[in-house]
């Protein structure tokens, strides 16, 4: 081996174990899984971390349908649904759903930007918040249960997609968006990121074409339809988003594949 080829060999392990350290990144700022004590956080990694969130969706969403499974074979559907949402929860932190409750208290609250702002600061939960994260729930208990009662094994699959496609929809307003804040907390979003949208994208969308191109492509138009309404919504009230934003994101594009395909299976 000359000279060249050990610094090419060095160079792409040090690429790799980088990226390595990213997608850890993803998984401790993202969940609450765990992940090696001696990682080295950094904001550089933060920022980048984001086209990996898909993944941390896929180890997620795969904990949810272990766990619908595994209740599915001595409990009712409804039960079993239920024990997978809570599992879910318990591995994501309610991250999203926290980011849900602060925007419904926010922009449920206040109609001027600085006290939108404010409000999500706020880590109290008020009556809009409150109601927000009820009602969302609820809807994903009812909707994957009637999917469970309809077809036990296709509501597994879709638990999954889901948690993936709703991660890389929320993430692509990074590079769609400017960031709403200007602390220095906020610095690894400042930056938009074309690069993270398009790499979660190519991770998170295609199983949602799992049970058939024509499902998956409705699904996608709907999401995007929902992606664009608000992207424009932010935009207006905020002058664009926030790490809230994304959580309310996420949550209302989980929701939507849920009963898009309850839908389609219910016609």
């Known amino acids: 081996m000359t000279m060249t080829d050990g610094t090419r060999v060095r160079g792409a392990y040090a690429r790799t174990r980088e990226e390595a350290c990213i997608v850890l990144t ?3 700022y993202f969940s609450r899984l765990p992940v090696p004590s001696r990682l080295a956080f950094s904001q550089a990694r933060l920022a980048a971390s984001g086209r990996y969130l898909p993944l941390v969706g896929l180890v997620i969403g795969s904990a949810g349908a272990l766990i619908y499974g595994l209740a599915l074979q001595v409990l009712p559907a409804a039960l079993a649904v239920l ?15 926290d980011g849900l409750a602060d925007c419904c208290d926010a922009f449920g609250g206040a109609h001027a930007r600085e006290d939108v702002l404010r409000i999500m600061k706020d880590s109290r939960i008020g009556a809009f918040g409150a109601i927000g994260v009820v009602v969302a729930l609820l809807v994903k208990w009812q909707a994957l249960t009637a999917l469970a009662q309809r077809h036990p094994l296709a509501a597994a699959g879709w638990m999954i997609a889901a948690h993936m496609a709703s991660r890389a ?22 930056q938009r990121s074309p690069r993270a949208a398009a790499v979660a994208l190519l991770i998170g969308l295609p199983g ?36 809230d934003c994304l959580g309310l994101a996420q949550q209302v594009f989980e929701i939507a594949i849920y009963l898009v395909v309850l839908g389609w299976i219910s016609s």
Do not use: N, P, Q
């Not at 024990?83 to 759903?97: D, P, V």
């Not at 993430?171 to 979003?189: E, H, N, P, Q």
């Not at 949602?208 to 492509?217: N, P, V």
């Not at 935009?235 to 988003?241: C, E, Q, W």
């Open 26 to 28: 993803a998984f401790g």
């Open 169 to 190: 929809g929320a993430i692509v307003y990074v590079a769609t968006l400017d960031y709403a804040r200007a602390d220095g907390k906020s610095r690894a979003f400042a």
């Open 83 to 97: 024990l997978s949402m809570a599992a879910t929860l318990l591995a994501s932190g309610a991250l999203h759903e």
């Open 208 to 243: 949602l074409f799992g049970a058939g191109t024509r499902l998956g492509a409705l699904c996608l138009m709907v999401g995007l339809l929902l992606h664009v309404a608000l992207g424009r919504w932010f935009k207006r009230r905020l002058g664009g988003y926030t790490g």
